[in-house]
């Protein structure tokens, strides 16, 4: 896991929305030199309460249990080190995302470890790893972000969305 290149900052806006849909509120940023996401989320999602960052080779050793851990895969990685990181991490915290070059990895790769939900991508593959119930939450959360995101550019749109919305609290 290394350091995201300049290239990949397309991932960040998609990374920060998964983390808002899995309503973690403490988040690990597991990375090999200089944090990327941690800084971000403070500044950016007041909802995530606790943010911290160590390297890599140290978060298994946190006493911490956090609702989130971030890792991001290095370009030529070996991949038996990385899966068994994130099988590690798994274990000790309620979800992971995996932000890795689809130039080494496959989503085949990740959703063998556990239940997935894939963000689409063109350059990378971004996973959130966790409970089948927090995949659920989550898909949802990032669906009704998507319709409130067109929403604003769509009145009718919006107007479908509220009506479901009323419908759903009657029910």
């Known amino acids: 896991m290394t350091h995201m290149s ?3 900052y397309h991932h960040i806006p998609k990374v920060l929305d998964l983390i808002a849909a899995s309503g973690a509120q403490t988040l690990l940023e597991a990375h090999d030199g200089e944090p990327l996401y941690a800084p971000l989320v403070r500044a950016f999602l007041p909802t995530v309460s606790r943010t911290d960052e160590l ?3 140290d978060a298994h050793a946190t006493r911490r249990t956090y609702d989130l851990v971030l890792c991001q895969a290095a370009p030529g990685s070996g991949p038996h ?3 068994d990181h994130v099988r590690a991490l798994l274990d000790k915290h ?5 932000v890795a070059p689809k130039s080494d990895w496959e989503k085949a790769d990740f959703a063998g470890i556990s239940p997935a939900l894939f963000v689409n991508d063109a ?3 971004i996973v ?4 089948t119930a927090d995949i659920k939450t989550a898909r949802r959360k990032l669906l009704q972000r998507r319709v409130r995101r067109q929403s604003s550019f769509t009145p009718t749109v919006e107007a479908v969305f509220r009506t479901v919305r009323k419908a759903r609290k009657k029910s």
Not at 128 to 131: G, T
């Open 94 to 98: 309620r979800g992971v995302i995996v």
């Open 55 to 57: 390297p890599a080779e």
């Open 6 to 8: 300049r290239l990949d």
């Open 123 to 125: 350059t990378g593959i």
């Open 128 to 131: 959130y790893l966790a409970k």
């Open 81 to 83: 080190a990385l899966l």
